[in-house]
């Protein structure tokens, strides 16, 4: 007998109601926490391989208050790490002296509150939804297990844009990309 066939499952079947559908996120700025950041590959339909920065954040604050949001940076290597430096220097994680080290690096931003903000824009065919990181943000902490409160005590200092040898007005929100 399958996992499938077992009566307490069917019975959950029987019982479930679907799931709430949900749209979008509207364009706005939120309060949320990131989940993790991850390297993906995706791959077009006529083979192009594309690189990408995948951030997972959930927003902590408001009406959409437990909704998931992902922020994706295309990575160009000349037209995207200036905006990939930014980010990093506005979640106060080092920046790294190569590329291969990106990820490592934003690993610290990981539990860091933010302020996001998402914009969509209208294309011909699709609509774009792009999401800034605007700043740090305050947000509540659920109580940690005293392991975890342990890691997060460890987290790496945070460098000033000054200590990483860029100007203080370096990045710019109003920067399109």
């Keep these: 007998m399958s996992f499938f066939d077992s009566p307490e499952v069917a019975n959950n079947w029987a019982q479930s109601k679907p799931a709430e559908t949900f749209a979008t996120l509207p364009d706005g700025n939120y309060i949320a926490v990131i989940n993790s950041i991850k390297h993906e590959d995706y791959v077009s339909r006529n083979g192009d391989v594309y690189d990408y920065l995948v951030y997972s954040m959930t927003v902590v604050d408001g009406q959409h208050s437990g ?11 000349d037209k995207s790490f200036p905006y990939i430096k930014r980010d990093m220097l506005t979640l106060k994680v080092p920046i790294p002296q190569h590329p291969r080290d990106i990820i490592t690096s934003l690993q610290a931003a990981i ?17 774009f939804t792009n999401v800034y990181i605007e700043r740090l943000a305050q947000v509540m902490a659920p109580q ?32 399109p990309f």
């Design 67 to 77: 909704r998931k949001f992902y922020k994706r940076d295309l990575i160009i290597p």
């Design 144 to 175: 940690a297990k005293p392991a975890q409160a342990r890691q997060t005590a460890q987290a790496p200092a945070a460098n000033s844009p000054e200590d990483l040898g860029y100007d203080k007005d370096f990045y710019d929100a109003d920067i």
């Design 111 to 127: 539990g860091k509150g933010i302020e996001a903000k998402i914009v969509t824009k209208k294309g011909e065919k699709n609509d």
